[in-house]
């Protein structure tokens, strides 16, 4: 039995589960006759009263019948209001996606090579904690307080002249939408922009949700190759002429999964084929403050000066995750529809989240936690390297990011090194999952952000010898 | 000039958008020529370096172009990426609807009678400053932990366990959401059940948002009227019949704008009707908690057995609404679609804003606040009441909600009473932005929720006052 009733007056609910569950497995099927009262109250340990009142419970709820006064049997079912077959609907199909990673992220490992988060030990969450109180203090009725739909003025503002003090381009608080979460940004970016059979443009390999979330809306996906140089921008620029897509899709820094960058020449050149295809570029910049040796190139967005381009930026990923908090710049003429859209999806962010992220974010302590995290991140990366250094394996040295992306030979499976993995409680996430084309299948992608130096090296020297056995 | 920035330094920008609102109005056409830099400067009262700054942006932005070497001129604007006329998206036509509304709630105003809000001053803002400093003691990595989709486990499983108690009926946690507010179920909702030309019911007069985003998948609406004594239930009846509809959206329990209430007898009913044409309930039960004599009658969905209601409720709105705290409740065959297309909007609320909720959901200091918020909301009604006795006008005096649906003279132009009140810092919202065939001319909401009695008093007899003039 399970242990979610701690309270003995609810113990009856978990013998209901115990026999929908039956019903739904098919263990026991339409018309079979349930055990006794007795029976089941013998074989459950509990009270005949506790089974009884279940049985009650069932039959109100049409799962099961009476017959001969006193036998239960298995109702047949009624159908479902929602068939989820006939429901025609892609947001099924992502939902088949999504259960494949989530399977593997759900998976009890020791090893965990497969969450591309950021191992909460490397996090402020004591200081943080204590930085609450004081935010409370500073807006006293800031839960009563609803944000406007696009965000918190003050963030906005002060967001703002931080992109404009970082990277010298003029970025105004109006261009400025609070997210929570970059994927809701992909997600108001395919709704508002997207109608069914728009092509839109992909990196091959891509982050998987943004895949689903674009054919959840019915868009044709094309993808392009990223390489550690880049894009081939003579092909883009076919794709562009032949598909003529609504808007491309990229990760140019530090790309999930490959950790790829694109590099500064090819950022303006691409500004200039989006302008003359009328694409919109999708610019998501979900890993920029985690870089190693040096800063990465600027973003794209910088290049833009018509609008074209729409910048996705996470910043709580890498300090408090629970905050969710992200930002969309791009032109007025863009952020109109988007701001409608986001009205109708959530009314905006909570403000408490964008204060709190405000108070810490133009701290010095923001700054100290980035360079410490700077350097855990790479000795991790350092360690993982050093075991992939015994392998014929191959990948490019990333400069930022949280992930390695690695070929492994071609005759390996990579779905049964998983299961053999798996078992051995290490997880990682096969390549075929960031390519709607289900290509890569001799790649994985290894996360070395969420476990210590200690288990990355004992997780990888499983890994290793697993795949020589 | 505005006060966006303080700082000295970035007065160029304010010069740069003064320029840009000047083109963008019209006000300076295509090729007409700039003032020039010493006229700019005087006129603006600025430093010429500081106007010079400017003109060199606006000429990098492509929004002026330079002349013999010395003059600036607008240039011809290039065309935007993104054409809203040719968009052909109906969140386009959504954000025009939305804007009359936002427009009201935006003006600047003494006398808010337009925002069904409550009172920051009504709500429990100091104690649950303190409150929050303990939630971070219970959950110290708290800000480092994302939620799962669904929502926090221990939280579904502890408002599961609250309707049970409340209602006698038997709802697992697994049957249960958490949503960044209620809007975002509504979206939920007809992101997975609504194709284009789906028939969607509503209730006339009904929450705008709602139409708006059942209009924004391309539903056919089709309404029945809500009177004090619920639905013409043969008519209801008649309309599934005729039109299959996919889901009936409904607010049986003091519906905004009306405050009426569908009785016990008609719920019952309702269920099974949708359960005979197939049709799912969407019942959205924003103001349960606000009832004044006597609690309303228990949820449609308690009424449920098959799957056929998906119940919709708001905590946030009279505790905290900076938290964002509504739930979805729902049959598993249901749920299943839901949470996949949660995950691609923004993979799952903020896990500080639950644990927060949960602390005080579970507290005694939730009830005493509800009692007096009660208590004080119903003594405001009463006094809006009291004014509103002195007129002609019409309205049902409702047992809960925040709201009075009132019907003026068929002579009165709301229209013209809203210009005529704006201007004398009066807010409310004409009756037509609840109705999506534009009905109800000579109707309009009245919320008792926002200003104090003294202001009521004060604002109410100034609208009758304008009104007779």
Known sequence: MGKLYKDKAHLFHEVYD?????????????????????????????NRLTVLKAYQLLKKHNKVYVKDKVGYYVQTPLP????????????????????????????????????????PSLLPNQYFSNYVKQVFDDYPKLLSTYSSVKGDEELRESLAAYFEKEYKTYVHGDNVMILSGSQQGIQLVAQTFIK???????????????????????????????????????????????????????????????????????????????????????EDDAYHD????????TPV??????????????????????????????????????VSARFLMDNGSPLLNQKIFLRYFHSDRLQQHLDKLRIALQIRKEWMEGELANTTWQWHSPNGGLNLWVKLSDEISTDSLLSKALAHYISFVPGQVFDPSKQYKSWIRLSYSFSNEKLIKEGMEKIIQLNQE
Request: with cysteine; net charge neutral; hydrophobic share 40%.
């Open 301 to 338: 967005f910088t290049y833009d000066t018509v609008g074209t381009v729409i910048y996705l930026r996470s910043f709580s990923k890498y300090i408090s995750p629970g905050l969710r908090m992200s930002i969309i710049i791009c032109h007025h003429s863009i952020m109109e529809p988007l």
């Open 290 to 297: 985690i870089y190693f040796s040096e800063k990465p190139p």
């Open 18 to 46: 115990y026999v929908v569950n039956r019903i739904g497995s098919k263990e026991w099927k339409e018309h079979d006759k349930l055990p006794s009262v007795r029976q089941l109250a013998e074989e459950l340990q509990v």
């Open 196 to 282: 069914p059979r728009d092509t839109v443009i992909i990196e091959r390999p891509c982050f998987s949700a943004a895949i689903d979330i674009f054919e959840s809306k019915g868009a044709k996906i094309v993808p392009i190759d990223i390489t550690p140089t880049g894009y081939d921008l003579e092909c883009l620029e076919h794709i562009m002429k032949q598909h003529k897509p609504r808007l491309f899709y990229l990760t140019p820094t530090f790309n999930n999964p490959t950790g790829y960058t694109v590099p500064t020449f090819q950022r303006k050149e691409l500004v200039a084929l989006a302008e003359k295809y009328r694409c919109l570029l999708v």
């Open 80 to 119: 479902s209001l929602v068939d989820l077959d006939n429901l025609n609907n892609p947001i099924v199909t992502a939902y088949v996606q999504k259960n494949a990673l989530s399977e593997i992220h759900q998976a009890k490992v020791k090893y965990n090579f497969s969450q591309a988060l950021i191992d």
